[in-house]
């Protein structure tokens, strides 16, 4: 297990996935206040919400060294979401789990950033800090985020509707997708 406080910056061929800047707080509220990236979650964020996402991120690398990166482009130092660890906040039936994620600005979608900074994030899932196993999930309407979880060796376990969500919300069903560290080992 990587220690605590320890907050690693992991390079790809594109990406920096580094900690959070100052400078990252305006953008990232941007990006959490865009209809079209926030599509397949329940509503905008505020920017404190926004700001407050960061801030766990920031304190769960502290607790258990892994969170949530900022990712940048490396050949532009732009800024262009995040991508990493998290622990979920609600109760189901397959929790607790560590959860793979990520969100991206509209402007760098389709470029493959997404898929490169989440096999990074699974490399050090399954490297430093030593899980077994990751989960990922989002709305059966999210198919972008699904074919990043299949490109990066996650399988569908199940669908399920979301703790959160009233029923009949048009988000509520989820899919839910694992990967075991046997599973990722098999696939270097």
Partial sequence: MTAP???PELITDRLLLRQWKDSDYEPFAAMN???VVMEHFPALSTRAESDAVI???EALFAERGFGLWAVEVKE???FIGFTGL???RFEAHFLPAVEIGWRLAKDAWGNGYATEAARASLAYAFGPAGLEE???FTATTNKPSQRVMERIGMTHAEDFDHPRLPA???LQRHVLYRIS???WESSQ
């Fill in 5 to 7: 406080n320890h907050r």
């Fill in 55 to 57: 801030e766990r991120a």
């Fill in 33 to 35: 206040a865009d209809p």
């Fill in 168 to 170: 009949g919300h048009r």
């Fill in 181 to 183: 560290r046997a599973q």
């Fill in 134 to 136: 990751l989960v990922s």
């Fill in 76 to 78: 532009t130092g732009q």
């Fill in 86 to 88: 998290a622990v979920p």
